[in-house]
Every structure is written in C-alpha cells, then in structure tokens.
DNA sequence: GTCTATAAGCAGATAGAC
DNA sequence: GTCTATCTGCTTATAGAC
C-alpha cells in the first residue's frame, strides 16, 4: 500500500491521451501537451508507462478487451436462440458492442473506433502484433460467423466480404466523412452514432448479401 | 529561361514527398527524410514550395484535378448513351478513375487513395478548406448522380449512401486492412487493386441499392 | 537554383532532489 | 510517486555564400 494517488494520475493520464491519439493521431500528439492538458508532471508518463509507446498501447489495450468480449458475447447469446445466423444478427452484435463503448459513463470510450481506424491506416507495426496477439479469438470467431451468414461463397470471398464490413463499420463509427473533404456543404451528420448506426446498417447488410 | 534543371528538383520532392505523406502521414513525415531519399537539398523544398504545409497541398492538388475530372468525364460518357443511370454506373466511373491513378506510369499515383483516407481521418482542416475549394464541382455532379439512381430516398439519406459509398470506395483502395489488425492469419490481399475492385464492387453497389 | 551553416524550438527520455 | 532540471537529438525554417 505504498502507492499515493497514482490510479488517478494514471487514469487521468490514459484518458487525455486517448483523446490526443484518437484525433491528432500518435505522432502529432506530444507527450508534452498530453501531461499539460491532464494535469499532470511529464516525467509520469515515463514512470508509469515507461514510453510514449507502451503509453499507446496502454490506451488500446483498455477498450479492445471488453470490445471483443461484448462482441463475441452478443454472438454468443444470438447463436443460442437462433438456428440459422442472419447477416443482420453479426452486423447488429459489432453495432451493438460499438454501442456499449458510445453510451458508456467514460464519454472517450467512442473514440476507440478512430483508434482502430488509424491502426488500420498507419504503420504501427509494433502495436498491431500486439493487438493481433490478442484477437485471434475474435478474428476466428467472426470468420466462423461470416462462413455461417455466407453458406455459398468461397473462403476467399467471406473474408473479403468480413473485410469490407468491418472496415466499413469501424470508419463509420469512426466519424469520419469524405464528404466534408470533398464539399462541405453537402455533409452528413456523421458523428452522431445513432445517425451512424441508422444508415450504415441497411448499407453493410444488403453488401453482406450481395450475389456474387 | 533563367531557370536550370529545377523541374527535376521539383518533380523528385513530389514523387518523394507523396510516398511519405501516404505511408507515413503529414507529421510522421519529415522534411529532412524527404529530401535524402529525393537526393536533393533540404533548403529546396522551402526555395520551391516554401514549407512544409505548402509541399503537402502540392502533393494533394497534383492528383485531385485529374482524379476529379476522370470521374467527372466517365459519368458525362455514360449519362451521354444511357436514359437511365444505375448503381452500377456511378460505382464503375469512381473505380475507373481509381484504376487510371493506379496504372499511371507514375507509379505513386496509386497512393492518392491513401491520401485522401488519410485527409477523412486527420484534422487538416487548412488543407480541407483548399481541396473543399477545388472540388464543388465534383461533389454537385456526383450528388446529383447519386439522386438519380436512388429516386426513392429522401436528400438526408442520398448524402449518407453517397458518404458509404466514397469512404468504402476510398479505405478499400487505400489498401488498409482491418483483419491485419485483427489477425494477420486470415488476411486478404488489401494491397492488390485488381482483387479490390473484385470484391469491393458488388459490396457498395448492394450496399447503394439497399432497401430503407 | 543550389548549397552550407545556423538559428530557434520542441520532442522523448532520464537523473536526482524531495 | 512527484517534481525540476537537463541531456540529446531532431525538426522546420532562414540567411547568405557561390
């Protein structure tokens, strides 16, 4: 019980960072600004974490555990009432676990899918052993789901298809908008998740079920 | 004609310059790397840009004219010798303009796509307002396109299949891969703009003709 | 137009007092 | 566990010789 107050320190700590590494992304973001804006002494992070990147990794590794788990769970819990799997059912589960994360008391929670995104956009080869180290339960599961949800379709076809859904859900929780690069004046509201979650569904399913 | 052989200088920044800012992005990006892989001198990027900021919206505008305007003539050819346009028309000219980027013979055409993923997820907001500037044109013609083929669907949710359908178009040619992320084992070619457009053609062209 | 030298600043990381 | 002070290195940008 020798430790002070540094689950505060630590949690202040991780919670602007996220924020930070969410919107200006790892390397526009500063430790510097990062410890200013939560309160803190620099020299912490390195005490805590040891690195700006195990400090990246700290962040990424606090949401994609209860993510996954509250993906595979409402597949789970769908599978044991339903005998044959709906495209709708596994897009619903992810909506629904990227949901938990949105509504969640912790408000940065929703940006883990920006998180996410850059991982998928930038090359952070370290972090994503990491987070792959991590997931194959995941990655494994939803492949199960998708080869059930697409009976007809080669294996190299169902994980274009989970490719193409994922990348799809993930950039449009995201918030992300082309249109505000393209035209300002004719953009969508698209960081509102529930505006998110009412168009972006009927969008990945009927390209779930596409004919080949 | 006082000019020697800066052209070269400029064209090497250019080629050089792309390939970081896609790979890398603007702030991971330096000038110092830029400029030994160009083998030039690092006092030329200022000299014939004059900073960095300045390199990157070069870098952005070199591509996006033609980009838009291949979009721009695909869909006029087509609207020329059809009554009616389809799903399949709009998605096709966008893939076409994708395709003419990657077979350029400059090979690093075919990393605007990474560009633009990356102007959705950062916060450029100075970039966004030139390229915005650049590109009303685009984004009126292709809204316009977009509400023929979707009579049925009010304004709000024409925008939002329009959004899904660039974003998809642009992540899926960017060739970023969630599953690698996710797990490296059951990966798909990402890399590959023949499998893209494969698969990712009948996903949004679905995803567009999707009932409400 | 090209180059060297240098300015001025911020970055991540660490040592050591308290 | 927290803090200050500092080290080392890299960044953009510029002034001035050639």
Redesign the pocket.
């Known amino acids: 019980m ?5 689950s ?2 630590i949690e202040k700590i991780l919670h602007v960072a996220e924020e930070h590494f969410a919107v200006h992304g790892f390397f526009a ?5 990062i410890t200013r804006d939560a309160e ?9 974490f ?4 195990a400090l990246f990794v700290a962040v990424l590794n606090r949401r994609i555990v209860p993510f996954v788990q509250s993906v595979l769970c409402g597949l789970a819990q769908i599978q044991a009432t339903k005998q044959v799997l709906l495209a709708e059912d596994v897009v619903d589960s992810f909506v629904h676990a990227c949901f938990e994360l949105i509504q969640s008391e912790d408000r940065n929670a929703a940006l883990f899918s920006k998180l996410v995104s850059r991982l998928m956009l930038d090359e952070y080869r370290q972090f994503r052993e990491l987070l792959a180290a991590q997931n194959e339960n995941l990655a494994t599961s939803l492949l199960a789901a998708f080869g059930q949800i697409l009976p007809d379709l080669p294996p190299q076809a169902v994980r274009w298809r989970m490719h193409l859904t994922l990348s799809t859900l993930f950039n449009a929780f995201a918030g992300n908008d082309v249109l505000k690069a393209l035209a300002p004046a004719t953009v969508v509201n698209a960081k509102d998740p529930l505006q998110v979650a009412r168009y972006v569904k009927p969008f990945v399913v009927a390209g779930l079920k596409a004919p080949i």
Chains 1, 2 share one sequence.
């Open positions: 020798s430790q002070g107050n540094d505060q320190t973001s500063s430790l510097r600004q803190v002494n620099v020299a912490a992070v390195h005490y805590h040891g690195s700006k990147e």
